[in-house]
């Protein structure tokens, strides 16, 4: 297999499509893996040419940070790994300014992740949740002063409204703040909501999306079934009684959805967890895609699903299975409607080939 590297948003940070998901590093959730297969993981991963790590603060505890640091030191990696962690969490009970986007939190927060992943600075430094009451102005101030500081590298947002990374990218630009470069949201054939506005904000105001979950929790992986989902085992079934949405992934579309899945797996010969990753990592404004596994098999069969193309009408029946809900006011932004607006002629933004790829390659040239 053959990872290519592709700058993520506006910036000049050259990443993987495949990045490597580190939330399953340690057990103290009920699920995930031991140390040494972690490990084992992480070489795969690298050996296959990747070079994008997340994990997050609040994943088991610390665990995730800490051994990801440890491995990634033991193969001296630092200046080849893009590190992506995140804030936002509260692990302290008792303590608001523990957790949530405000520049107290944040400063903990970061200094907290930079000495469990041993590192001096963090490549991408991500707001993890909205916390409904931190302006975007003291959160986009405060990453820039990190920026500045050299702590962090670059800024991105997770699961905020569309409304506040537009603000917060308008924030930055106004006042020449380090501008946000990522977007890590939830994005699958299961869930594809994302598609209404943040695809087009990402596209238009440089910032590359990180797609999580792309297997939905494991539902998309061939794991599941609907008359066998007692008897899997897995994520889903320990996390059914959680009132995370994330996991909450049982329904007659979903099960639509794998069905349509399995079935185009098998006419392409290849894995249902490969599909279906490769279908989210070509949809557009997606920039990376975050695979993660418990196991060595399962992360070698997720470095396979970019080596193979989905044939157009393959990838339409998955499109039609996984159509999302179109609500108001997004409805009135089809042709239905915006036909009224053009007068009934053509009109786009511009025509194919305007801006054409750029893709270097060529041996390396280096001087001995």
């Known amino acids: ?54 994990t997050a603060d609040a994943y088991t505890g610390g665990t995730s940070e800490t051994w990801l640091g440890e491995f990634i030191a033991e193969r001296g990696l630092r200046d080849k790994a893009v590190i992506s962690t995140k804030f ?29 992943l041993g590192t001096d600075y963090i490549d991408l430094y991500i707001l993890h949740a909205w916390d409904r009451l931190t302006p975007p102005e003291e959160v986009m101030r405060t990453l820039d002063d990190l920026v500045r500081a050299g702590k962090i590298r670059h800024v991105g947002l997770s699961d905020v409204p ?47 999306i990180m797609v999580w979950s792309p297997l939905a929790s494991g539902l998309l992986s061939g794991k599941y079934r609907s008359d066998t989902m007692n008897e899997a085992g897995g994520r889903l079934e320990t996390m059914r009684g ?24 098998s006419q392409l010969g290849r894995s249902m967890a490969q599909v279906a990753l490769n279908w989210a990592a070509t949809q557009p404004g997606i920039a990376s895609v975050i695979i993660g596994a418990t196991k060595l098999d399962q992360l070698k ?7 193979f ?32 607006l053009t007068g009934g002629q053509a009109v786009g933004d511009k025509p194919a080939g305007y801006l054409p790829d750029l893709l270097m390659q060529g041996a390396f040239a280096g001087v001995s």
């Open 162 to 208: 569309a409304w506040y990374a537009s603000r917060a990218q308008s924030v930055a630009e106004h006042r020449g703040y380090e501008p946000v470069s990522a977007l890590q949201l939830e994005y699958s054939l299961a869930e594809r909501n994302i598609e209404h506005e943040f695809v087009p904000f990402g596209t238009r105001y440089g910032a590359g």
């Open 1 to 54: 297999m053959t990872m290519s590297y592709y700058t993520l948003g506006n910036s000049g940070l050259r990443v993987t499509r495949l990045a490597f998901g580190t939330m399953t590093f340690g057990t103290e959730w009920g699920w995930g893996t031991e140390k040494e297969t972690a490990r084992a993981m992480v070489d795969a991963y690298v050996e296959a040419g990747g070079n994008f790590f997340d």
């Open 301 to 307: 069969d997720n470095l396979g699903a970019l080596d």
């Open 88 to 116: 936002s969490m509260n692990l302290e009970q008792g303590n608001p300014n523990a957790g949530g986007n405000g520049r107290k939190n944040i400063i903990r927060a970061v200094e907290g992740s930079l000495k469990r």
């Open 242 to 265: 959680s009132t995370n949405p994330g996991f909450q992934k049982f329904n007659d579309r979903n099960w639509e959805i794998v069905a349509e899945l399995e079935k185009v797996a």
């Open 309 to 340: 193309d989905i044939p157009q009408e393959l990838r339409a029946r998955l499109d039609a299975v996984s159509r999302p809900i179109t609500p108001f006011p997004y409805s009135f932004f089809g042709s239905e409607i915006q036909g009224g």
